[in-house]
Structure formats: structure tokens, C-alpha cells
């Protein structure tokens, strides 16, 4: 859960580098309201509520998804890979399941050796 909350306190960080486990963290628990809320809203036979949620955390998924690129030494522009239809969401996966950098690269430090908050 701090992981998701770590994502959430950083909305709009389009810069540096996020872990692998920063990422997919934040990718489980996503899902995970996702699914609440949509049972939620075929109960009450509404849509508003994921509709709203999905809206909240589209910036914040954005970013950590640009995040998670630098940290592999990929412009976040590799992001717009989404929009070709399943090559692109292979290729995408690969790179966000990928191990990043060990080294500094141009997006900043190793988040991995990066002493704990």
C-alpha cells in the first residue's frame, strides 16, 4: 500500500526514476480498486464511480509510467507505444518488467540504493 500512496504523493513527478516493485505495486492496487468499484457501481447500477476514479489516477499513472522508462534508460515519449494496437503493449510490457539501470543514468540516480524515506 505505501507503495501506491508513494505513487499518489508524487501525482505530477514526471522526472527522475521509479523501481520496478514502485511501478507494479502501484499497478496491482489500481486494479484492485478498479475491480471493487466496478462491483460496487453494477450494484448500484452506476458507472460514475470508476468513471472518477480512473480520472483521478490518470495523471498519477502516467507518470510513474514515464518514471518506470527512465529508470530502464527509455525516454518516457516510449509511452506512446500504448497507442498501436497489442505490438505496443508487448514491447511496453517488456520494458516496464525489465530490470532498470544499475548506474546513474541521465533520469537520476539508482532509486534502488537510494536510502530509505
Not at 520496478?20 to 447500477?45: D, T
Not at 458507472?47 to 527509455?74: E, F, K, M
Not at 494496437?85 to 518488467?97: C, E, H, S, T, W
Amino acid at each position: 500500500m505505501n507503495w501506491y500512496l508513494a505513487v499518489l504523493k508524487n501525482y505530477a513527478g514526471f522526472s527522475g526514476r521509479a523501481r520496478r516493485k514502485e511501478y507494479w505495486m502501484f499497478v496491482l492496487f489500481n486494479f484492485l480498486v478498479a475491480v471493487v468499484l466496478a462491483g460496487i457501481g453494477m450494484a448500484i447500477e452506476t458507472t460514475i464511480l470508476s468513471a472518477v476514479y480512473w480520472l483521478a489516477v490518470l495523471i498519477p499513472s502516467l507518470a510513474v509510467g514515464v518514471r518506470r522508462l527512465h529508470d530502464t534508460g527509455r525516454s518516457g515519449w516510449w509511452l506512446l507505444l500504448a497507442f498501436v494496437p497489442l505490438v505496443g503493449a508487448i514491447i511496453l510490457i517488456v520494458f516496464f518488467a525489465g530490470e532498470g539501470e544499475t548506474a546513474p543514468n541521465k533520469y537520476g540516480a539508482n532509486p534502488k540504493l537510494a536510502p530509505a524515506a
